[in-house]
């Protein structure tokens, strides 16, 4: 079983930042790739960022890329998500979860545990 707990969530105007963090427990963290999703109300679920098990891979949303950045302190069992220049449409409940695979990924069928999310709102 493995223990997913999101943090760092909050209220931000827009062009500010946050800083997620998932601290995950109960498996071989390191061996794993790790992403994070999002859900907007009324949305689908929809991939944000995702890191291979080294970290030495990341993919990105094309509505993230180059404002966003997913790394890992795989000694501390740790993914985060460093948020910037935020805008209204990144507002959604944030997910991170671990992929059954190293290698990093977009495709929401590669993840099998999720954690409980956290609320990101981004004020105009």
């Known amino acids: 079983q493995v223990q997913l707990v999101e943090s760092g969530g909050g209220l931000v105007q827009a062009g500010g930042s946050l800083r997620l963090s998932c601290a995950a427990s109960?498996?071989?963290?390191?061996?794993?790739?790790m992403g994070w999703f999002r859900r907007a109300p009324g949305k689908e679920r929809e991939f944000v960022a995702s890191?291979?098990?080294?970290?030495?891979?990341?993919y990105y949303a094309d509505s993230v890329k180059g404002r966003f950045t997913i790394s890992r302190d795989n000694a501390n069992n740790t993914v985060y998500l460093q948020m910037n220049s935020l805008k209204p449409e990144d507002t959604a409940v944030y997910y991170c979860a671990v992929s059954t695979s190293i290698y990093a990924g977009r495709d929401v069928n590669q993840y099998v545990y999720w954690g409980q999310g956290t609320q990101v709102t981004v004020s105009s």
């Open positions: 109960g498996r071989t963290f390191s061996r794993y790739a």
């Open positions: 890191i291979s098990s080294s970290g030495g891979s990341t």
